[in-house]
């Protein structure tokens, strides 16, 4: 192959999305490449792939090959191929589930042991994902950030559900692993804004109770 041929290849990223089961990791595969999210869950058996390319900063074409692994892969035997040669590792877990978080030092370590003889060590994010479901956190954000400060670890919070900061996720991971900076213009392009819904409920209840057949019932057609 000559030099202009390879120049004009994508370099291809290999990005293992780890944590435990129902955390949300098909889902931000999903959302990342292919913009999409599913309610219904359904378990990751082993493993699957996605394809994304993107561009960085200097207008830098990547094609990330996302690795989903199955969060009932911890413990098998096959874990330590799927992460080994990863140069981006997402730590996932869902902030509504505590236990997701504790067990990601078992996760991390499995990282670790599979990189032992790597002489590159991967780009590691900590993932907080359903951050849509905010009220009902148990994971404190304290505990998040001291994870990823004793661990040297990039910090994201994510919803796949909504797509906030999805994007940016896997651009940091990327744009880290090819000694890329992001400038702030670039990283706030990246996070999608949100729009809450707003709900707006009656400010005086005596005014529903004044006409007693009125119906509360809101159908939508
Ligand atoms: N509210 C909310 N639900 C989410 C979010 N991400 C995922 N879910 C839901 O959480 C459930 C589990 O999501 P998955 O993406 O299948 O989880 P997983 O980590 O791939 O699970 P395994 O395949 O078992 O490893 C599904 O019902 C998703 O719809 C999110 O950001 N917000």
């Known amino acids: 192959m000559s030099d202009s041929e390879e120049d004009s290849?994508?370099?291809?990223?290999?990005?293992?999305?780890?944590?435990?089961?129902?955390?949300?990791k098909t889902s931000l595969a999903t959302r990342?490449?292919?913009?999409?999210?599913?309610?219904?869950?359904?378990?990751?058996?082993?493993?699957?792939?996605?394809?994304?390319r993107i561009t960085l900063p200097g207008n830098l074409n990547v094609t990330l090959q996302v690795w989903d692994i199955g969060?009932?892969?911890?413990?098998?035997?096959?874990?330590?191929?799927?992460?080994?040669?990863?140069?981006?590792?997402?730590?996932?877990?869902?902030?509504?589930?505590?236990?997701s978080f504790e067990n990601l030092e078992d996760w991390y370590s499995m990282v670790k042991k599979a990189n032992e003889e790597s002489e590159v060590q991967p780009?590691?994010?900590?993932?907080?994902?359903?951050?849509?479901?905010?009220?009902?956190?148990?994971?404190?954000?304290?505990?998040?950030?001291?994870f990823c400060q004793e661990n040297g670890l990039i910090s994201q919070f994510v919803s796949a559900k909504t797509g906030d900061s999805v994007f940016l996720c896997f651009q940091r991971?990327?744009?880290e692993i090819l000694g890329i900076k992001l400038n702030k213009a670039e990283i706030e392009q990246s996070q999608r804004i949100v729009r809450a819904e707003l709900v707006d409920y009656p400010q005086d209840e005596g005014l529903i109770t004044q006409d007693s057949n009125q119906s509360k019932i809101c159908s939508v057609q």
């Open 32 to 52: 990342f490449a292919q913009e999409a999210f599913g309610k219904q869950y359904k378990q990751t058996i082993g493993l699957d792939f996605f394809l994304k």
């Open 9 to 24: 290849q994508d370099r291809q990223l290999k990005m293992v999305l780890i944590g435990d089961g129902a955390s949300g």
């Open 123 to 146: 780009v590691i994010a900590l993932v907080a994902n359903k951050i849509d479901l905010e009220h009902m956190r148990t994971v404190k954000v304290d505990k998040h950030q001291r």
């Open 173 to 175: 991971v990327a744009a």
């Open 71 to 99: 969060g009932q892969t911890i413990g098998g035997k096959m874990l330590d191929k799927y992460i080994y040669g990863a140069q981006g590792v997402l730590l996932v877990y869902d902030i509504t589930n505590s236990q």
